[in-house]
């Protein structure tokens, strides 16, 4: 069976400080994968996708940026995190094609 | 721009009622539709996914439907019991080379009691 894994759980960081939030998916090969964040009272936004290694679309100009360095991994990362970061952030795979999304548990940042 | 909105913004039902959640979305150009759940800091539980082609999807007592023309579908919950409390998300599957790319309503945050 597959399964998705995301970590840290939680993390508290201070504003200037550098982000790497590491999501991996088993049991499963060639998935799309995706970040989402989840900010009170704005829903569930569409951060990066990736259809293949090394292949990032970004859907909204931000402070972050995404890697695949490897098939299952998705890595999301800042240089310089601001107050507006803070959020859950939330990590998805599907097989190729838009099939169901399955969601990990998901990574709570809070920027101070 | 693919909208969603989800009404109620919150619900709060006693046990045994049947309910209905609502989704709208302002581009009928979709591929599918999921209903997810989420419940407090937990990652979303993927209940159903309808095609564009199809009229309904079921699953135990959860029936989701989908009017695509009308840009509406809606979540069937029978006989609801405490453990169905948590947050409900629709979200919307575009159509083309996006597919993939969900639109998420804000959600519809349920609470039954007993």
């Known amino acids: 069976s597959q399964t998705i894994h995301q970590w840290p759980a939680t993390l508290v960081q201070p504003v200037g400080s550098p982000l790497s939030l590491e999501c991996t998916v088993e049991?499963?090969?060639?998935?799309?994968l995706y970040w989402y964040r989840q900010a009170a009272g704005r829903g569930l936004q569409l951060l990066f996708y990736s259809v293949g290694i090394g292949q990032i679309s970004s859907e909204v100009p931000q402070n972050l940026s995404a890697s695949r360095p490897q098939d299952r991994q998705f890595i999301l990362s800042s240089k310089k995190l601001l107050l507006s970061d803070s959020g859950f952030y939330l990590c998805a795979w599907s097989v190729l094609g838009p099939g169901t999304q399955y969601f990990g548990p998901g990574t709570r940042l809070l920027v101070l | 721009k693919q909208e969603v909105t989800q009404i109620p913004a919150a619900l709060s039902v006693p046990e045994g009622e049947n309910l209905v959640l609502n989704c709208s979305f302002t581009d009928s150009a979709i591929y599918n539709l999921q209903w997810f759940r989420q419940d407090p800091g937990k990652g979303l539980t993927s209940l159903l996914l309808?095609?564009?082609?199809?009229r309904e999807q079921t699953s135990g007592r959860l029936n989701a439907s989908l009017d695509k023309s009308s840009g509406r579908s809606t979540l069937y919950i029978a006989a609801s019991q405490p453990g169905d409390s948590a947050t409900y998300l629709c979200a919307v599957c575009p159509g083309g080379t996006s597919y993939g790319k969900l639109t998420f309503g804000q959600g519809t945050i349920l609470t039954v009691h007993p």
């Open positions: 049991g499963t090969s060639n998935p799309n």
């Open positions: 309808i095609q564009s082609s199809q």
